[in-house]
């Protein structure tokens, strides 16, 4: 997943705690193998060579997370969608090349993403892209939804205190060793080694989405790896977004969502989640809350 993966568990028997924190690894590798669109033989990339000419069968695991994007990109007008893979390409090309992508090229591209181009059938578990030249990449839900499979793979080992963490998608299960919950601390994004903020979670999920651990910089302008899949360009306006809620899927959507779609519209958005909150560090680096600090 690109990121370092970290499992710590609370209990008394150290030999089945490994056990447990063994299989939680074997899980997300697996869930690695199924998403990861870089790797030519996983089941995305499939759905990627495939799916702009004719129906695909995919498992029932990847037609639901499809599904459940699909329903972030719908409430997030659009600013959360899976469909930018072509766009986190071009920029990714461009950040080599080391200048920014042309105006037209962008504009061509953005005419192939849209979440609305994918077609899922429920009853034959298919799918199919409406526009020969979409391409999915999950990058912005899969570390989420490994870190929830992972916390089922930990509670049906019994373990009941526990922390996940995948590249900062994090669940917090039950407490940390002589504590009321899992203290975690909302880093301040320009200055690294200051906690701006710390969350008290227990049996929650937060995210955080920033522009400071994967980023960078053309001429003297800062780009983010999240796209606004709108504009076709790096999204701007804020820092870090950081999501808590009941589960990481759903924490790491809505951080990369919420990254695309600024203070207001952002902070609007988790409000209509019930159990979420959010905390965004504005572009002068103020940190904004829902529900107010
Ligand atoms: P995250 O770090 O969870 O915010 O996800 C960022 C990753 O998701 C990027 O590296 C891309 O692979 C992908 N991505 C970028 N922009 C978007 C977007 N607007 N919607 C969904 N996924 C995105
Ligand atoms: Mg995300």
């Known amino acids: 997943m690109d990121t370092i993966v970290e499992i710590s568990c609370v209990s008394h028997d150290r030999e089945v705690t490994l056990r447990s924190i063994g299989e939680a690894f074997k899980e997300i590798e697996r869930i690695e193998k199924l998403f990861n669109r870089y790797d030519d033989k996983s089941e995305v ?22 599904e459940r994007s699909i329903h972030y990109s719908a409430v997030s ?14 920029w ?4 080599e090349r080391g200048s920014i992508p042309d105006e037209d090229e962008i504009n061509t591209i953005v005419g192939h993403v849209g979440y609305k181009k ?37 509670v049906s080992g019994g373990i009941k ?81 950081t999501i808590v809620s009941d589960s990481a899927e759903q924490a790491d959507a809505l951080s990369t969502a919420v990254f695309v779609l600024g203070v207001k519209k952002g902070t609007d958005l988790i409000r209509s989640f019930e159990g979420t909150e959010v905390f965004i560090f504005n572009e002068d680096s103020k940190l904004i809350s829902f529900p107010f600090l």
Request: aromatic content about 6%; cysteine-free; proline content about 4%.
């Open 92 to 95: 990714r090309v461009a950040k």
């Open 161 to 241: 205190d526990a922390l996940i963490n995948i590249g900062g998608n994090i669940f917090a299960m039950g407490n940390a060793p002589g504590r009321d919950g899992w203290h975690i601390g909302i880093q301040d994004p320009r200055h690294k080694r200051d906690i701006a903020y710390r969350l008290k979670l227990k049996n929650k999920a937060v995210s955080t989405s920033g522009d400071y651990e994967r980023f960078f910089i053309l001429g003297a302008k800062r780009f983010s790896h999240i796209i606004n899949p709108l504009t076709g360009k790096p999204a701007e306006g804020v820092i870090s977004t």
């Open 77 to 90: 007008g659009g600013s959360f969608d899976i469909t930018v893979m072509p766009l986190v390409d071009v």
């Open 45 to 66: 990339s499939r759905v990627n060579a495939v799916a702009g000419i004719e129906e695909v069968s995919i498992s029932p695991e990847l037609f639901g997370l499809i």
């Open 118 to 154: 994918i077609l899922l059938d429920s009853d034959s578990l298919t799918i199919r892209f409406l526009d020969k030249d979409t391409k999915i990449d999950l990058g912005g839900i899969a570390k989420g939804y490994a870190v929830d499979r992972a916390k089922d793979v930990l």
